[in-house]
Each structure stands twice: as structure tokens, then as C-alpha cells.
């Protein structure tokens, strides 16, 4: 059962619908709640003193726990693309028929507010067996879907339905994961790539032909893909690791596509330029291991480069974690005399000969 603060204020029926119901009968944590009110219209909801959000279809924010609550909603395709939809949110329209929109079957529960699961759509026999499977034909009407399906692949394991899967090849075909903006791409790249098993996600574009189209450069049988769910789930971290070996115009390319944030680019331009060059870091001298230090700019950007360390350890660890201890040395080295002897351009060239001196004492031991 679940404590709904609006059935005190509110004579519709509301249900908890989606991910909320999946993940309490899935014994995870839930961490926000998403409510459906059957019965009601536009009026109606403002009139109870709800606030209104949703531009293309009547979404409220409760105006006590600010959750969101959506009014009941059938949809119909009328173009290309996740925007393409016209929507019906009439006092008429069921519980039913607005799960019946919904993605994946196990995405397509409700639950009363007594507790009782209204799933017409069989989600809780495919969360039991762990099988993604789409509800309703209109899963080929957004390309979006594609994606989702391939992150609670990557977030949970779970195998997709074959009749899944044809449809959506058959949404591939058509055009439709063309017409997918670049935002939403990145915007579910980025959650899966936090996920326990990123490769899936990957899995599951190239099962469908979406791979080529949206990720060309990036082979499934490349070490990339293969090291992910071993690196750290932090999205900079892993997205450095996905792209490590491609061409680096091509990393470039990708994250002006998709309008991947800066510093997440930066960190894998650096891996993918310095971790084929350096893979024998071992053997430079101490001139050397110090000018890699400040072409990384790793004095002073110190969590940056720790990053690159990281990222890098996954493919080469005896290699960089020579450099990690080279770093220490120079970082830790006394460099109070150098300021207090030295003045202007001089103060920086008598701590690189501090530190060059540090590091060839530590090499030869």
C-alpha cells in the first residue's frame, strides 16, 4: 500500500505507475514516484491547486510533495520522431488504456491505493522470468524506446523478447532511430554508462542495427566495450574507457554529435592521445615522465589526471601505475627554496630541475 497525500484533497482516483511499482516489487529502493489521476481534467487538477508543468501534455506537480502527477493519456503518432504525438487526456480515458502506452511491459503496472497491482499486460510474469518485452505495437512509434530498452538491459540483465527485438529492427529500417535528436542520445548514453552492465546497452543497439548508425566507430568486440562494467561507474571515467581506441578525429566527431559536456571529452581525448604513446612509461627518463606530467597539466589539475590514471590502469596497469608513483614523487617534492630564491620564469625552471632531480633519484633505486 502506498501513503498518497492527495486522496485527502483529491476525489479522482490516482495510481503509482511505472518504474515506482517495478522497483518496489523488485525490493529496490524507489527514488521518485510518478502518479497517473484517472477521471480528471485540466481544470480540475488546477482547481485542486495543482501546478502545471507539461508543455505537449497536462502534467502537475503536487502542491504539497511536488511529485508528479500526470492525467491519463492515450497518444497517436502523427510524425517522425519522439515529438511526433498527439494525446487524448480526457476525463474518459482508463487506467488501462494509458498503460497500454507505456513501453515495456514491466514499465506497465499501476498500483492501487490499497497495494493491489493492476497489470494488464503481464508485466510481473516478464519481471519474474527477466525479459524486456514492449506492450503494444506503438513501441515503434518512438525511437527513444530503443534506448530505454537497451539501458534496463544494462541496468538489470535482463534478455529482450524476440518479438521485441524484430520490431525493433523494424523501427531501424524504417528511418526512425534517424530522426533521434542528439540530446536524448547522450541523454540515455549517459544513464546507461552508470549502469552494472554498460555493454548491454551496446548489446542490444547492435542486435537491432542501431549501432552503426548511432555509434559507427565503436567496435562490440573491441576492448572498450569489453572493459566497461570493470571501470568505475562515474560516466567520465567509463565514456574515456568506450573510446579509448578510436581514431581520435572520430572522438571528436562523436562528441560534437552529440553534445557530450567538455569534461568528459577532454578526459577521453587525453586517454585515447596518451595511453597507446606511453604504454611504455616505464622506460622514460625523468625528463620525459615530467613533461608528460605538464602536457597532461597534472600539477594542476590533479583530479583530472588521476582520472586518466584510472582509466588507463584498465589496459595497462604495470605502465601507469609506474607513472602514478613517478607523479607522487615530483608532486611531493620540497619546492619551498625554489620560491624563495627564485623570481619570475625562474621560480618555474628551478622546480622542474627540483622535481626532474626527485624523479632520477627514485628511478635508480
Same mark, same amino acid.
Given at each position: 500500500?502506498?501513503?498518497?497525500?492527495?486522496?485527502?484533497?483529491?476525489?479522482?482516483?490516482?495510481?503509482?505507475?511505472?518504474? +515506482?511499482?517495478?522497483?518496489?516489487?523488485?525490493?529496490?529502493?524507489?527514488?521518485?514516484?510518478?502518479?497517473?489521476?484517472?477521471?480528471?481534467?485540466?481544470?480540475?487538477?488546477?482547481?485542486?491547486?495543482?501546478?502545471?508543468?507539461?508543455?505537449?501534455?497536462?502534467?502537475?506537480?503536487?502542491?504539497?510533495?511536488?511529485?508528479?502527477?500526470?492525467?491519463?493519456?492515450?497518444?497517436?503518432?502523427?510524425?517522425?520522431?519522439?515529438? #511526433? @504525438?498527439?494525446?487524448?487526456?480526457?476525463?474518459?480515458?482508463?487506467?488501462?488504456?494509458?498503460?497500454?502506452?507505456? !513501453?515495456?511491459?514491466?514499465? +506497465?503496472?499501476?498500483?492501487?491505493?490499497?497495494?493491489?497491482?493492476?497489470?494488464?499486460?503481464?508485466?510481473?510474469? !516478464?519481471?519474474?522470468? #527477466?525479459?524486456?518485452?514492449?506492450?503494444?505495437?506503438? @513501441?515503434?512509434?518512438?525511437?527513444?524506446?530503443?534506448?530505454?530498452?537497451?539501458?534496463?538491459?544494462?541496468?538489470?540483465?535482463?534478455?529482450?523478447?524476440?518479438?521485441?527485438?524484430?520490431?525493433?529492427?523494424?523501427?531501424?529500417?524504417?528511418?526512425?532511430?534517424?530522426?533521434?535528436?542528439?540530446?536524448?542520445?547522450?541523454?540515455?548514453?549517459?544513464?546507461?554508462?552508470?549502469?552494472?552492465?554498460?555493454?548491454?546497452?551496446?548489446?542490444?543497439?547492435?542486435?537491432?542495427?542501431?549501432?552503426?548508425?548511432?555509434?559507427?566507430?565503436?567496435?562490440?568486440?573491441?576492448?572498450?566495450?569489453?572493459?566497461?562494467?570493470?571501470?568505475?561507474?562515474?560516466?567520465?571515467?567509463? @565514456?574515456?574507457?568506450?573510446?579509448?581506441?578510436?581514431?581520435?578525429?572520430?572522438?571528436?566527431?562523436?562528441?560534437?554529435?552529440?553534445?557530450?559536456?567538455?569534461?568528459?571529452?577532454?578526459?577521453?581525448?587525453?586517454?585515447?592521445?596518451?595511453?597507446?604513446?606511453?604504454?611504455?612509461?616505464?622506460?622514460?627518463?625523468?625528463?620525459?615522465?615530467?613533461?608528460?606530467?605538464?602536457?597532461?597539466?597534472?600539477?594542476?589539475?590533479?583530479?583530472?589526471?588521476?582520472?586518466?590514471?584510472?582509466?588507463?590502469?584498465?589496459?595497462?596497469?604495470?605502465?601507469?601505475?609506474?607513472?602514478?608513483?613517478?607523479?607522487?614523487?615530483?608532486?611531493?617534492?620540497?619546492?619551498?627554496?625554489?620560491?624563495?630564491?627564485?623570481?619570475?620564469?625562474?621560480?618555474?625552471?628551478?622546480?622542474?630541475?627540483?622535481?626532474?632531480?626527485?624523479?632520477? +633519484?627514485?628511478?635508480?633505486?
Amino acid at each position: 500500500m502506498y501513503d498518497d497525500p492527495t486522496m485527502s484533497i483529491l476525489s479522482f482516483k490516482t495510481y503509482l505507475v511505472g518504474g +515506482a511499482v517495478r522497483d518496489q516489487l523488485l525490493g529496490l529502493p524507489v527514488k521518485e514516484k510518478d502518479w497517473v489521476v484517472v477521471g480528471a481534467s485540466l481544470h480540475d487538477m488546477l482547481q485542486k491547486g495543482f501546478r502545471q508543468v507539461g508543455k505537449d501534455f497536462p502534467v502537475f506537480l503536487h502542491p504539497k510533495t511536488q511529485e508528479e502527477y500526470a492525467l491519463a493519456r492515450k497518444e497517436r503518432k502523427i510524425g517522425k520522431g519522439y515529438t #511526433g @504525438f498527439a494525446f487524448n487526456t480526457t476525463p474518459n480515458v482508463t487506467l488501462e488504456e494509458d498503460l497500454l502506452r507505456r !513501453d515495456i511491459t514491466i514499465n +506497465a503496472m499501476a498500483m492501487a491505493e490499497d497495494g493491489t497491482i493492476i497489470d494488464p499486460y503481464h508485466g510481473q510474469e !516478464d519481471l519474474k522470468k #527477466g525479459i524486456l518485452r514492449h506492450v503494444s505495437p506503438a @513501441f515503434a512509434e518512438d525511437p527513444v524506446r530503443i534506448l530505454r530498452i537497451g539501458r534496463f538491459a544494462a541496468r538489470f540483465g535482463f534478455s529482450i523478447a524476440p518479438e521485441t527485438l524484430d520490431l525493433m529492427r523494424d523501427m531501424v529500417k524504417a528511418g526512425e532511430v534517424d530522426a533521434l535528436v542528439s540530446e536524448r542520445v547522450w541523454k540515455e548514453l549517459e544513464r546507461a554508462l552508470k549502469e552494472p552492465r554498460p555493454q548491454l546497452f551496446f548489446q542490444a543497439l547492435s542486435d537491432c542495427g542501431a549501432m552503426p548508425i548511432l555509434f559507427p566507430n565503436i567496435e562490440m568486440d573491441g576492448a572498450g566495450i569489453k572493459t566497461l562494467s570493470h571501470i568505475e561507474p562515474y560516466v567520465h571515467l567509463r @565514456f574515456a574507457g568506450l573510446v579509448h581506441d578510436i581514431d581520435y578525429k572520430e572522438i571528436k566527431s562523436l562528441c560534437e554529435r552529440y553534445k557530450i559536456p567538455h569534461d568528459i571529452r577532454d578526459l577521453a581525448l587525453l586517454v585515447n592521445k596518451y595511453l597507446r604513446d606511453y604504454k611504455n612509461a616505464r622506460h622514460l627518463n625523468a625528463e620525459e615522465l615530467l613533461n608528460l606530467f605538464q602536457h597532461l597539466d597534472a600539477f594542476r589539475r590533479e583530479q583530472r589526471f588521476k582520472d586518466f590514471l584510472k582509466v588507463c590502469n584498465e589496459f595497462d596497469s604495470t605502465s601507469f601505475n609506474h607513472l602514478n608513483q613517478a607523479y607522487d614523487i615530483a608532486k611531493n617534492t620540497d619546492i619551498s627554496e625554489a620560491t624563495k630564491l627564485y623570481q619570475g620564469k625562474a621560480i618555474a625552471e628551478e622546480i622542474h630541475n627540483m622535481r626532474c632531480k626527485a624523479i632520477k +633519484a627514485w628511478l635508480s633505486t
